[in-house]
């Protein structure tokens, strides 16, 4: 397959170049975003590029779940801090509820830590986004220290490892944030021999909606900020 020059025609892109970094945990949920677009190797294993005269789109692979992973990435490379400006984290959820889709694409606009102890939500302010209007339908994200798969839960709607661990250095930072997710699976039991056999269509899936709306993805980050009251952490 032909690789694709991307060119970015966003209102804000238009008067200077734009440095964005994506954080993305598994490299199979990348796989398709190698294969749609010409990256170069910058720092191998872990940061590629793509760049045009309005865009230079660097890759963060963290090879790896959970928040540890992500400090783990800083530290290794922490031009991430200073280099850009702007964040995309994009990656695969689970999705809490029987009633929403799979292989569907979701901009986040609320996001909270999972107690890791129990199905509650834990002490750390909620984060909120506050997007402009975009394609992509938007909902929340939890994020988690292990794989959850507890069940359906009555508030939750998708829930990640590494969501508020980025959005939380974006805050600190002052660094504007878009967070993708696409719904990979259920959260039951059992459920990773599903991610594993559907992988390679989900990640096709989210990099042909990243880059499908990337102008709109791009404009549409913004700064989280702290907000001390939680979601509803009522399990079903």
């Not at 032909?2 to 970094?21: D, H, I, N, W």
């Not at 694409?105 to 506050?130: N, R, V, W």
């Not at 269509?201 to 880059?211: I, M, R």
């Amino acid at each position: 397959m032909e690789k694709k020059r991307f060119t970015c025609y966003g209102s804000t892109m238009s008067s200077q170049p734009v440095r964005a970094l994506c954080f993305i945990a598994d490299p199979c949920e990348s796989q398709a975003l190698f294969s749609l677009l010409p990256f170069t190797a910058l720092y191998p294993p872990r940061i590629f590029r793509y760049h045009t005269p309005q865009l230079t789109l660097d890759l963060c692979l963290l090879h790896a779940w959970g928040s540890s992973a992500v400090h783990h990435a800083i530290q290794d490379y922490p031009q991430a801090l200073t280099s850009y400006d702007l964040w995309l984290n994009l990656g695969f959820a689970g999705a809490c509820s029987p009633a929403i889709p799979l292989s569907t694409c979701y901009l986040i606009e609320h996001l909270g830590k999972l107690h890791p102890h129990d199905q509650s939500l834990s002490e750390a302010p909620q984060l909120i986004f506050t997007p402009k209007a975009t394609a992509l339908q938007t909902t929340s994200l939890v994020t988690a220290d292990a794989p959850y798969i507890l069940g359906f839960h009555k508030t939750f709607q998708l829930v990640d490892m590494e969501g508020y661990a980025i959005a939380t250095l974006a805050h600190s930072q002052g660094l504007p944030l878009s967070i993708i997710k696409i719904t990979s699976d259920y959260t039951l039991p059992r459920r990773k021999t599903f991610v594993q056999e559907h992988s390679a269509a989900l990640a096709s899936v989210l990099a042909k909606t990243l880059l499908s709306s990337l102008p709109e993805i791009l404009e549409s980050a913004t700064i989280p900020r702290k907000q001390d009251r939680l979601l509803d952490s009522t399990p079903d």
